[in-house]
């Protein structure tokens, strides 16, 4: 879940557990939630649709604070998914007094995003009170997660805690040894929110080299449309977030997940199909400036991809160095593939070129230790 990113370099050796058409067949039936729940969730859409529109307002009509930040409260992972370099499966989770003075410092910025992010951000026990933190100091609260925890009472928790957007990301139809983010494995729970959720839930499917089936995603698509959820398609980055061009056949099927993904802000933007072709495309990073990502240890970091720079504690870092940032170009941006930091980007592409380079700076402590199997994404 570092899980935003599209990066995944998988295993040579895949396997299938059943027959994915079949499966689809037979459990791909429609939910619908309550009328309570509905009119709930639609009152949610609503108040989330103006803060959204007034977070687009504030962005245009000023470049000083960050737009959209992933914090991170717990890096360890109940899953293993070979490909994946943000989780470890030893750290602690980050105490709530600690989690609420970052995100102080973040409101106090005038940050209007929070996604919570991991590691799985569900195994925090505290996980209800950081977004009840992140909304009470009046910004957006989003979180991606790998699904596994979510159950009725955990969803309704989530609620009633405030929570905005949720994001999984499914990478099969059917678990293999490389992931077991499957559509198998968690249709039940798509169920159970589409039931009970009265947040936005976006689906998330991954396309490029080494996806074994590219055709799973859009089946995964499909049913997130059915159940009334938004769907994006992530490409697949090397481990520096970093473009592969996709296959005729691949391009094909994520222009259909593109059109029918039609609902989510991405729609917006045509960097991802640069990306599907393998273009390079032109844009300005404002990463450690409008976008930041804020590790386990409270440093700032680029992006998931990025991470080591520039390595600042969140306290001690200033309104002059996000101004640096913001000017400092990106050696990495034509190539790049973080959606998230690109969509950020749009709000400032039209201004301010970046004509500084990276300054050399020491980070203020050693990065965690992350367990790093294989190469690529985190994306939960
Ligand atoms: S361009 Fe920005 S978002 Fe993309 S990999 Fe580089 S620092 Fe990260
Ligand atoms: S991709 Fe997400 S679910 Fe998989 S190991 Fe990484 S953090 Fe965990």
Known sequence: MGHQGNAIQRCHVYFLAGDSADFMEEEAKVVRASVGTRLLRGLRFARTRVRELRMIGKALASTKHPILVHVIPMRQCNLACTYCNEYDDFSKPVPLDEMKTRLDLLADMGTSIITISGGEPLMHPELDEVIRHIRRRGMIAGMITNGFYLNRERIERLNAAGLEHLQISIDNVVPDEVSKKSLK?????????????????????????????????????QRAVRLGFTSTVGIIHDNNGQLKPLGEHEQEIFEAVMELGKRSFSRFNDFQHNVARGKEHEWRCRSGSRYLYICEDGLVHWCSQQRGYPGIPLAQYTPEMRHREYLTEKFCAARCTVSCVQQVGILDNWRDPQNLKPMPITPASPPAQLVQIGQGRGDS
């Open 185 to 221: 494995t968690l249709d039940g729970r798509l169920e159970m929110l589409a039931q009970y959720a009265v947040f936005q839930v976006n689906i998330n499917s991954v396309l490029g080299s080494g996806v074994k089936d590219p055709e799973d995603a859009l089946k995964i698509a």
